[in-house]
């Protein structure tokens, strides 16, 4: 037997629903575990794939002066979002020569990843405020080990530059005892000694938690205030602020030796009562969800049966008492990183995947008066 809804108010889609106040209280609450630090935020990917425009406006409503992309063009959209608030915006992908015009027009800062970059910038933009990343231990971008010593040794080369920071990243700041975290900053002390007066900036969410030692002038938050557990298998003080509601389309009573979905991949032993929902890999929830993910209705939790499709899921509502088609199911919230852990990914990478499809619903913060 099949039950489907007769008269729907509005229409059956899938709702991405942000809260802009909690995310204004996660700010705070990096704020107060680094007293001694400026607190900055990381909005590359579409302020993590949510919503620049409402995420900026909200950051500098709760106090936010620094801002980082990766893009250019990322840092032009965020200049447009503050709409006049004053901020310093860094591009972490370096300083090209073709972006100089783009850069200047918005007002935006450099995160120079090279010493060639570097003696660029003198030669055609000297007066251009910038940053240097230095790696301590990703080896990813910045001046590697040798290009560090060649600058400490040669601190004239940065005379007439306007360094308005210097940074590094951690590798492995979500495993709180790994190794590496020491020693990253340690090199990074070292360096931030050679260059008195510049603020320097180490930890991201994860490197928050670490303690002060890791704290140094300015913190780059991103996922923590958007709710994500900066170091899964740890306790985290950041509240969730976003959350899927998924309208039930249908509800499906099994027989046993009924399966669902694509492939058959999940097999009834007994009876059990499926709602099919509106929403799927296309609105970001992944494919590989159905491996063990779940959501929930009035709190009690769904589990996703056979296989997550383009636009649809399955949830087994068999426990979940009186439910009906058009009652939504909720994905995210508190158990962001249980679904991430389902789909073998990580929080970030799943919030980026937060599809366009979703009607978008934001939560109003508080305006700054």
Same mark, same amino acid.
């Given at each position: 037997m099949t039950t489907s809804p007769t008269d729907t108010a509005t229409e059956p889609a899938p709702r991405l629903i942000i809260d802009l106040a909690v995310i204004q209280q996660n700010y705070a609450k990096v704020?107060? !575990?680094? $007293?001694?630090?400026?607190?900055?935020? +990381? +909005?590359? @990917?579409?302020g993590y794939g949510l919503g620049a425009t409402e995420i900026i406006p909200a950051l500098a409503d709760a106090g936010c002066r620094n801002f980082y992309v990766a893009h250019t063009t990322e840092g032009r959209e965020a200049r447009q979002a503050l709409a006049g608030r004053p901020a310093n915006i860094y591009v972490f992908n370096g300083f090209w020569a073709s972006e100089l015009p @783009? !850069?200047? %027009?918005?007002? !935006?800062f450099p995160v120079i990843n090279e010493l060639a970059q570097l003696e660029a910038l003198r030669e055609l933009a000297p007066d251009l405020p910038c940053a240097i990343h230095f790696d301590t231990g990703m080896n990813r971008l910045g001046l590697g080990a040798d290009e560090t010593e060649l600058l400490i040794r040669? $601190?004239? /080369?940065? =005379?007439? *530059? =306007? +360094?308005? %920071? *210097?940074?590094?990243? !951690?590798?492995?700041?979500? =495993? $709180?005892e790994h190794p590496l975290n020491a020693q990253q900053r340690d090199r990074f002390a070292r360096i931030r000694a050679a260059f008195p007066g510049i603020p320097a900036s180490l930890s991201n969410s994860a490197g928050l938690l670490l303690g002060p030692d890791y704290h140094f002038d300015v913190i780059r938050p991103g996922l923590a205030l958007f709710g994500g557990v900066p170091a899964p298998g740890h306790p985290s003080p950041f509240e969730p602020a976003v959350e899927i509601d998924a309208p039930i389309l249908q509800i499906r009573d099994l027989k046993p030796g009924d399966t669902i979905g694509y492939g058959a991949t999940y097999t009834a032993?007994?009876? /059990?009562? *499926? @709602?099919? +929902? @509106?929403a799927g890999y296309a609105d970001g929830l992944l494919r590989a969800f159905g491996n063990g993910g779940y959501g929930r209705i009035h709190d009690h939790r769904v589990p996703i049966t056979g296989r997550v499709s383009m636009d649809l899921i399955g949830v087994d509502v068999t426990e979940a008492g009186d439910v009906k088609p058009g009652d939504p199911v909720c994905f995210l919230g508190h158990d962001i990183e249980d679904m991430a852990d389902s789909a073998a990914t990580i929080s970030y990478e799943f919030l980026v995947r937060l599809g366009l499809r979703f009607h978008r619903i934001y939560k109003p913060g508080k305006t700054k008066r």
């Open positions: 704020r107060e !575990l680094a $007293p001694n630090a400026e607190a900055g935020a +990381v +909005v590359k @990917a579409n @783009a !850069l200047r %027009q918005s007002e !935006l040669e $601190p004239s /080369r940065l =005379d007439a *530059i =306007d +360094v308005r %920071q *210097i940074m590094s990243h !951690l590798a492995c700041g979500d =495993d $709180p032993n007994e009876p /059990r009562r *499926i @709602a099919t +929902v @509106a």
